[in-house]
């Protein structure tokens, strides 16, 4: 069982950055498949980034030079940068971690842009 537990959410004009941290439970974090999901209301999840335990990191066309996904194996930690924030990015944003063939998700933290 891995445990995520993410922070970093709230409201930020349009333009402006948030950095979105999870930090996952277990020793074996560097063997995991780390990723970020989004849901706006009314509107199916989305694939926001994902990297993998070696560190290749993939984007939807919609964050793809906005926002950065990394990893910190010592910290158990994936980040998401999220730059030049758009209305349309509002939404709550969910951890994911891909364990062999397994998925497990964190609790959400919700992201509004808005001025």
């Known amino acids: 069982q891995v445990q995520l537990v993410e922070s970093g959410g709230g409201l930020v004009q349009p333009g402006g950055s948030l950095r979105l941290s999870c930090t996952a439970s277990?020793?074996?974090?560097?063997?995991?498949?780390m990723g970020w999901v989004r849901q706006a209301p009314g509107k199916q999840r989305e694939l926001v980034a994902r990297?993998?335990?070696?560190?290749?990191?993939n984007y939807s066309d919609s964050t793809k030079g906005r926002f950065t996904i990394s990893r910190d194996n010592a910290k158990n930690t994936v980040y998401l940068q999220m730059n030049n924030l758009k209305p349309e990015d509002t939404a709550v944003y969910y951890c994911?971690?891909?364990?062999?063939?397994?998925?497990?998700w964190g609790q959400g933290t919700q992201v509004t842009v808005s001025s």
């Open positions: 277990g020793s074996s974090f560097r063997l995991y498949a």
């Open positions: 990297i993998t335990p070696y560190g290749i990191s």
């Open positions: 994911n971690a891909h364990v062999v063939i397994t998925d497990y």
